[in-house]
């Protein structure tokens, strides 16, 4: 079979992202090296993953079976919110790396903002210090709202937020777009539920493809960088081939009239350290 040609997105200091991705939020540990060797295999090329989903050592062991060029996979980790603070993200960043057997992550994030910690200003300033070493290719955030970004020194690459077809962020979006920072869409199925919208099932129907490919279609039709999970190997292959899909711009703005601002994750604004390790 052969994989689809990705395109990248760049950042502000000019990394190139894959622009689809892989995540492994609950891949049980045991299972990682297999979900991760399956994804490599059918192609793809950038991985997402976080201290706080305990399978970074699943990962890595998938990266070094896959003989694959280090700089040939596009690897993103994230601070866990028990970590925050300058001198524990320092350390925190070397146990990640070691976990996943790298000297260098692609992208480390600082995962929530958890404001009722006060820690995440000093969090991402030993993020840029990683980043002004050349430890770490790029770094930014996760579940920041416009707030949070506008509470940090300097401007994150990238901030990770939960985006669906059912949940936009626009104004998010767009404060992001504002400032140069690139918008990864997390939970960009809505964890399976935005698949059985109508608009979604007779726009899959209409192409012969499937409703997760239309999603994902959308997505990276509007420019997000986007990391949909599965654990199944036909449904990687799947979801990897939407890269090849089209939609036509009446059926990008159908999809996109579906927002109900309906999140399923954890609110940023409350999301507190008690809830992820
Ligand atoms: N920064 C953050 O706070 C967060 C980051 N993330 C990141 O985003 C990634 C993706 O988000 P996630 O929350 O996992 O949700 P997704 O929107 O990617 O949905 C995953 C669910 O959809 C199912 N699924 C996957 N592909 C298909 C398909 N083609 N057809 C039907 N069902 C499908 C999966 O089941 P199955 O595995 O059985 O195929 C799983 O139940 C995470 O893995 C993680 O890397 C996620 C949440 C928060
Ligand atoms: O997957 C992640 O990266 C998360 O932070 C969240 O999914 C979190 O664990 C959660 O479950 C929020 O409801």
Redesign the pocket.
């Known amino acids: 079979m052969t994989a689809p040609e990705l395109d990248a997105v760049r950042l502000l200091d000019g990394v190139a992202v894959p622009q689809l991705g892989v995540?492994?939020?609950?891949v049980p540990p045991q299972d990682a090296q297999r979900v991760v060797e399956d994804a490599l295999d059918l192609g793809y090329r950038h991985v997402?993953t976080a201290a706080a989903y305990v399978n970074e050592a699943g990962v890595g062991a998938a990266l070094a079976a896959s003989g694959l060029p280090r700089e040939d996979v596009f690897v993103t980790s994230?601070l866990r919110n028990g970590d925050q603070g300058y001198d524990s993200a320092l350390r925190a960043y070397d146990d990640t790396c070691a976990r996943l057997g790298l000297d260098q992550l692609d992208l480390y994030l600082v995962?929530?903002p958890n404001p009722a910690a006060g820690r995440y200003a000093d969090s991402w300033r030993a993020l840029r210090r990683l980043h002004d070493e050349g430890r770490v290719r790029a770094v930014g955030v996760?579940?920041f709202l416009v707030e949070h970004l506008d509470a940090l020194d300097g401007v994150p690459a990238v901030n990770?937020v939960?985006l669906?077809p059912t949940y936009q962020q626009r104004d998010l979006v767009a404060a992001c777009r504002d400032r140069g920072i690139v918008v990864e869409a997390?939970?960009?199925?809505?964890?399976?539920a935005d698949?059985a919208d109508p608009v979604v099932v007779g726009t899959a129907e209409r192409h012969g493809v499937?409703p997760?490919q239309v999603v994902l279609a959308w997505h990276l039709q509007s420019g997000h960088v986007v990391?949909?999970?599965?654990?199944?190997r036909e449904?990687l292959a799947?979801?990897l081939a939407a890269a090849e899909l089209v939609l036509t711009e009446d059926e990008l703005a159908a999809v996109g009239s579906l927002d109900r601002g309906h999140r399923t994750?954890g609110d940023p604004a409350t999301f507190s350290l008690s809830q992820i390790r």
Do not use: C, M
């Open positions: 995540g492994v939020f609950q997402d994230k995962h929530w996760s579940n990770q939960e669906h997390y939970s960009p199925l809505g964890q399976g698949l499937t997760a990391i949909p999970k599965s654990s199944r449904r799947e979801n994750g």
